[in-house]
């Protein structure tokens, strides 16, 4: 069983690039979320989706769109790279009721903008 | 809004027990989750309190006052496989939008 699958593992960006981190889920989980985690400020927010078609912003939006064209694919775009945007991020998903609504990671995209 | 507050640091001998406080301010309450991400690795979930009172999972414990918008997590028997970051979180209404404290890094020494 895959379960949240992010890719890519490792990116380097120039600053004003753009890109696609790409997020997965297999497990039929209505709900997604990106993170970003930077050291000593825990997991942040940045947009999380209900269901396909609806997406709304979280903690930290600026600088990051996403879509859910489908219940299992939830990509974030960053659409001209900053260097504050240097950060691990984390996709997400879990299914509403189940046990405080566990939530179930992919592995993490390190992210340098340069 | 919500806010979650819990050390920054703790260390502990192997062997041991540790509890890690988590403080709350949340508009609703839906519980208080627990995580535990080693370095490298994505957060993985260790327990959930929807009520008051403890809950034991093996080794681990988690605790609940809402009265109080508190909870802690309890390490028993502490193992060098412990040293991680734990996080507590809070879900708002619905679930689908969880906020987590800024995580407490346990150091666990021989």
């Known amino acids: 069983n895959a379960g949240v699958t992010q890719t890519p593992k490792f990116q380097v960006l120039k600053t004003g690039q753009s890109m696609t981190l790409q997020c997965a889920q297999d497990?039929?989980?209505?709900?997604m979320s990106w993170y970003r985690q930077d050291p000593g400020m825990g997991l942040r927010l940045i947009h999380y989706s209900v269901g396909a078609g609806i997406t709304d912003q979280g903690e930290v939006p600026n600088g990051y769109n996403v879509s859910r064209s489908t219940t299992e694919d939830f990509p974030l775009r960053l659409l001209s790279a900053a260097p504050s945007q240097t950060s691990v991020y984390f996709c997400a998903s879990s299914s509403p009721g189940t046990n405080g609504n566990t939530i179930y990671f992919g592995e993490g995209s390190w992210l340098t903008v340069v | 809004g919500q806010s979650l507050e819990q050390p920054s640091e703790v260390t502990a001998v192997e062997g041991a027990i540790v509890q890690i406080n988590c403080t709350y301010q949340t508009s609703g309450f839906y519980g208080l989750s627990w995580y535990q991400q080693h370095d490298g690795g994505a957060p993985t979930f260790l327990s959930y309190?929807?009520?008051?009172g403890l809950e034991e999972t093996g080794r681990f414990s988690s605790f609940l006052s809402r009265s109080d918008s508190y909870g802690y997590l309890l390490l028993q028997e502490l193992q060098m496989k412990d040293s991680a970051s734990y996080f507590c979180?809070?879900?708002?209404?619905?679930?689908?939008?969880?906020?987590f404290g800024a995580g407490t890094r346990l150091f666990v020494k021989a």
């Open positions: 309190n929807g009520l008051d």
């Open positions: 497990m039929n989980h209505e709900y």
């Open positions: 979180a809070v879900p708002n209404t619905g679930g689908f939008k969880t906020i």
